[in-house]
């Protein structure tokens, strides 16, 4: 009988639901459908980097976020929006790149996690991943970005507005 590789959904099944019990414990639930929703951008990336030896266990974004949150949950005060939106953006996976050459569509170009999941950008053409000192996109970039995903506003041609209830 064969035996069923698991899936990565269902590999980070536990971790997810440890994550929404972190930001539960720490009054911040209303974190985890933002957090993740950005975080599943980055689907697939380690996957695809795997292969290029880039990455450790340590690595992932999920498990670098719930080891910033435990470091939340140590502190004297009760943690705050900032405090959550701080140490999203502080996580290494910002410093990871790709880029897609795209001939036929013209579009080619670094990749954003915030713009784009890394599996649509694999739909483009040929990939290629690196990591890099610096993040990208800048942090105080991801913070303010969080932030208004986080209190319902989004961008739209370069105002922002209320996300329809």
């Known amino acids: ?11 980070r099944a536990p971790l997810t639901n440890q994550l929404l019990r972190q ?20 689907d697939g990336w380690i996957s ?3 292969a290029e030896r880039l990455l450790q266990i340590d690595d992932v974004p999920l498990l670098q976020f719930q080891v910033g ?3 939340l949950a140590g502190r ?19 410093t990871w790149r ?3 050459d795209c001939p036929t569509s013209g579009r080619a170009g670094e990749w954003d996690s915030t713009q784009e999941p890394f599996s649509r950008l694999l739909r483009r053409g040929p990939v290629r991943v ?3 000192s ?14 208004d995903r986080h209190d319902g506003r989004v961008r739209i041609c370069g105002r922002t507005e209320e996300r329809p209830v």
């Not at 610096?134 to 932030?147: E, N, V």
């Open 134 to 147: 610096t993040p990208s996109p800048r942090r105080d970039r991801i913070y303010s970005w969080l932030l």
């Open 48 to 50: 695809y980097a795997n």
């Open 23 to 42: 930001l539960a414990a720490l009054n911040m639930a209303d974190w985890f459908i933002p957090a993740m929703s950005w975080l599943g951008h980055y």
């Open 98 to 100: 790709a880029a897609a």
């Open 69 to 71: 949150l435990e470091r």
């Open 1 to 11: 009988m064969a035996r069923l590789k698991p899936t990565a959904s269902a590999c």
């Open 130 to 132: 690196w990591r890099q």
């Open 76 to 94: 004297t005060r009760r943690p705050n929006d900032s405090d959550v939106a701080h140490v999203l953006s502080q996580l290494d996976c910002l």
